[in-house]
């Protein structure tokens, strides 16, 4: 495959979880099990960490994590990506979100199967079947996919809805992982935030809104994205049953 460049935005402050990179999980920063489970992944030609603090990017490199500075003014992950684009040249660039330690290098490897199979592909993502109460909270992002696997809609309500009551309804969480060919991240870049992105909350909506189509894959690995301490205590929990990040 071309080359491919694995990106883990991260940013310290955060409204609900102040300091959440640096945040220890068995001891140890969530940045580093970000790090350590996504390098498993065999497709990714280089890894590093992008961050606008200093504590974080010091951290990295007295860990031999390797990491760039970028700008404060970055409003999300994926600008954060295009600034590094800037300097680290590739064809396709993966965003391993700084809050998503239960990572795995499958997760990484199916979004760019599309790549492999299709060259067509501009942007690919993942998604999880969840069950319905779990799909009723705005919390976790729904996605709505063609017969192809391309996503028609992303929203933090009900999607589909189940008009008629049937109760057979299989709903998808969004994973917020992504895999970018260099020209769509220029696009991204290119393109003001969109209506719907801003009703929303959702960036990946600039890319509907704009014609630039996503692939959806399917897993089977759910993820806990840490936004709160009550999912802190979730992933501490989950890697205390597996015996640490090693084991998955």
Not at 186 to 199: D, V
Request: proline content about 6%.
């Amino acid at each position: 495959m071309s080359k491919v460049l694995g990106v883990i935005p991260a940013r310290l402050e955060s409204q609900r979880l102040p300091r959440k990179p640096m945040r220890t999980i068995g001891g140890q920063p969530m940045i580093a099990w970000v790090y350590e489970r996504a390098r498993r992944a065999a497709c990714l030609h280089q890894l590093l960490v992008a961050t606008d603090s200093v504590e974080i990017f010091d951290y990295c490199r007295k860990s031999n994590i390797p990491a760039q500075m970028t700008s404060a003014a970055h409003r999300s992950g994926t600008d954060r990506i295009v600034e590094v684009m800037s300097r680290e040249p590739a064809d396709i660039y993966v965003n391993i979100q700084g809050d998503e330690p239960m990572v795995t290098a499958e997760h990484i490897e199916l979004m760019l199967k599309p790549f492999r199979e299709n060259p067509d592909t501009e942007v690919s993502t993942l998604k999880v079947a969840i069950e319905p109460e779990e799909a009723r909270s705005p919390n976790n992002v729904k996605v709505v996919t063609d017969a192809r696997g391309r996503a028609l809609y992303f929203s933090r309500a009900l999607i589909p809805h189940d008009r008629d009551g049937a109760g057979v309804v299989q709903y998808y969480k969004h994973l917020g992982f992504y895999a970018y060919t260099a020209a769509a991240l220029e696009r991204f870049a290119s393109l003001p935030p969109s209506s719907l992105e801003q009703l929303e909350k959702l960036e990946q909506l600039r890319f509907l809104e704009n014609g630039v189509s996503l692939t959806v894959v399917e897993t089977a690995d759910d993820t806990i994205g840490v936004d709160t301490e009550e999912d802190l205590k979730k992933v501490e929990e989950y890697f205390r049953r597996l015996g640490g990040p090693e084991k998955r």
